[in-house]
């Protein structure tokens, strides 16, 4: 098994995770890989952001033979929350692991909407992440609906509190992400006055709940981030970088999107 690549101490270095969700096929994710590696070039882009890739899992292999020496990162959109056996159709953290996955996504909201994914299964999938050398990226976030009715503490505070004991011990390698599921795929965008607000909403229930690394935890921002909204969503003190769903599927934005994050024009 070879090891993840783990972003040694990252504090708060920005971080610029692509989804790419269900998207692609062989040629095309050829092509995107290539786009990247062409597009990265500069050197202070690299001292300045973290960067990682999440393709669909059968091309997880594909991305790692493609970026492999690169500064480059990638990963899993999900990860199994068993350790290993008759799990038909699962993924193990020790399988992303051996394909030197630095990342996992781990309960975005179209997990737990479509596939009911809980948020004990969030917890398990976490500790599973941590057990392998895998970092997990947790996605929370709020409806529509519930921003409307004033939920939006109480359900971010539920999604926190079901991990913090999983994160106590976890000495920073472990990434949050704040994706308002409205914000998601619908080219609606948080205010940045909305993403810092829930920004630091996380990070201080992590301090709460006993995760005393969260200080220096890089909480992530996704929902409909674009090259022409990412520096001013960057800019906010609690916003460590993003989670890019639509953008990360075209080289050209996703790069622009991550010279933003680096504070590079
Ligand atoms: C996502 O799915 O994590 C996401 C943020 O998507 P988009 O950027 O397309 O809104």
Redesign the pocket.
């Known amino acids: 098994m070879t090891s993840p690549r783990k972003i040694a101490a990252p504090g708060r270095k920005p971080l610029v995770i692509g ?1 790419w ?1 269900m998207h692609g096929d062989v040629a095309f994710i050829e092509s995107l890989l290539a786009g990247l590696r062409k597009g990265w070039r500069q050197r202070a882009l690299t001292q300045a952001v973290d960067v990682g890739v999440c393709p669909p899992s059968p091309y997880i292999g594909l991305a790692a033979a493609r970026l492999a020496g690169s500064a480059l990162s990638w990963g899993a959109q999900n990860i199994s929350a068993h350790e290993r056996g008759a799990y038909t159709g699962e993924v193990a953290g020790s399988m992303l692991a051996d394909l030197a996955c630095t990342w996992s ?1 781990i309960g ?3 997990r737990r909407a479509l596939f009911g994914e809980t948020d004990a299964q969030v917890a398990a999938k976490v500790e599973q992440a941590l057990a392998s050398g895998v970092t997990p990226v947790i ?1 929370v976030g709020e409806t529509l609906q519930e921003r409307e009715s004033g939920q939006t503490e109480d359900v971010l505070g539920r999604q926190i509190d079901a991990v913090c004991a999983n994160l106590q011990d976890a000495s920073g390698h472990y990434v949050l ?1 704040y ?1 308002p599921v409205w ?5 609606l ?1 948080a205010s940045p006055a909305q993403a810092q607000a829930a920004h630091r909403f996380v990070r201080n229930r992590l301090l709460a709940g006993g995760v005393f690394s969260a200080s220096d935890a890089r909480i992530l921002y ?5 090259p022409g909204n990412a520096a001013e969503l960057f800019s906010q003190p609690d916003v460590d970088g ?7 599927l075209v080289a050209d934005d996703f790069l622009a999107i991550c010279r933003a994050a680096a504070g590079v024009a």
């Open positions: 989804n969700k996504l975005h909201s179209e996605c992400a994706e914000a998601i795929g619908t080219g965008t996704g929902g409909s981030v674009k993003g989670l890019i769903g639509g953008a990360s």
